[in-house]
């Protein structure tokens, strides 16, 4: 790993680590199926009482709770029909291109060697690399992180950041907390009465080193 990258952990110290973390889903989730694109998960704390059932020979699943029925289709390869009271999701794809449909929106995510490229009802989200430099661009305008010998910027719509390595392995930070500056997504959550698709960009573009060294917050959602 290089030294840059290391530090760049360092850049995002003050992001909050996922405390009771699934390892694969983040937060409070617990993790149905790992797919190449991310997760199938469902939320403990929301369903509270809850029964969760799977056909072996047909694949499909229920979980059932105070939120309601929740039924799973495996739909291919990497892809289900995720069929709630309230919600459904499709969800389609591999590492590096994945389709869902929440509701009547289509979100897609590509990867390609320009970046990340992500579209949604609301919006077109960036993010490329460019050597050591990371920009990230949205509805929210644009988020520009800088490397200069391990000396870290942020300047994004919110102001400025800083992160300066000292002697003796200490740093210093300006313009915390890092979270305020928008862009910095390490996925994008789907939920279903309970049920949800965590689109996991670390999977997804694994030599962004925004995305590797982010922990499970912040993220798209959509509910």
């Known amino acids: 790993m290089k030294a840059s990258s290391v530090l760049f952990a360092g850049l995002l110290t003050c992001l909050p680590l996922a405390v009771g973390a699934d390892d694969v889903s983040g937060p409070r989730r617990m993790t149905l199926a790992d797919e190449a694109w991310g997760t199938l998960y469902y939320v403990p704390s929301t369903l509270v009482t809850y029964r969760y059932t799977r056909n072996t020979e047909s694949g499909e699943r229920e979980m059932s709770s105070n939120q309601g029925k929740v039924k799973i289709f495996e739909a291919g390869i990497g892809a289900y029909d995720v069929v709630g009271p309230k919600h459904k999701l499709k969800v389609e794809g591999t590492s590096s291109d994945v389709k869902v449909t929440f509701d009547k929106g289509v979100y897609t995510f590509s990867h390609s060697a320009a970046g990340l490229k992500i579209t ?11 050597g050591e430099d990371i920009t990230s661009t949205g509805p929210f305008g644009k988020t520009l992180i800088r490397n200069k010998n391990g000396h870290y910027t942020v300047t994004s719509p919110k102001g400025d950041y800083s992160y300066t390595p000292l002697e003796g392995g200490g740093f210093e930070v300006h313009g915390g907390p890092l979270m305020n500056h928008p862009g910095l997504y390490r ?11 965590f689109i996991d960009f670390r999977k997804m573009d694994p030599d962004n080193a925004l995305f590797r060294f982010l922990e499970f917050q912040p993220q798209l959602e959509y509910k």
């Open 120 to 130: 949604t009802p609301k919006g077109n989200y960036n993010y490329t690399n460019v």
């Open 187 to 197: 996925g994008a959550c789907f939920s279903v009465d309970g049920v949800g698709v």
